[in-house]
């Protein structure tokens, strides 16, 4: 079963507000909100979101390895919707670790 990337958005939205403590709640965040235009996230920030990742999906996440195989435009131009595609493939690949799954970091970057 696919994890369901309407729940992570949500998750991950709920997640990018308590981190963004100007961010006007009753604005919608969406797949192609961007981290650095969008939401003004600061280095900082980035790290907090990726505490709240750790401790919500695990190890089965690895925020770390996703953001170190990106390009530096890609990095700037990062969409919440790339987050949520790769949470995805990495829960999934974490439910079917034992079958030889695809890498999540390569599923997204396609």
Known sequence: ????????????SEMLQAVLKDF???TEITMDTTFRE???MESIDVVSLAGRL?????????????VANLDLETV????VGQLVEFIAASL???????????????????
């Open 54 to 66: 750790q401790a919500r999906y695990g190890n089965a996440v690895n925020f770390a390895q996703f």
């Open 24 to 26: 006007d709640p009753d």
């Open 76 to 79: 700037k131009s990062l969409r």
């Open 92 to 110: 999934d690949a974490a439910e079917s670790d034992s079958s030889g799954s695809t890498d999540p970091v390569e599923a997204v970057s396609r």
């Open 38 to 40: 969008d939401l003004e």
């Open 1 to 12: 079963m696919g994890a369901d990337q309407a729940t992570i958005l949500a998750e991950i």
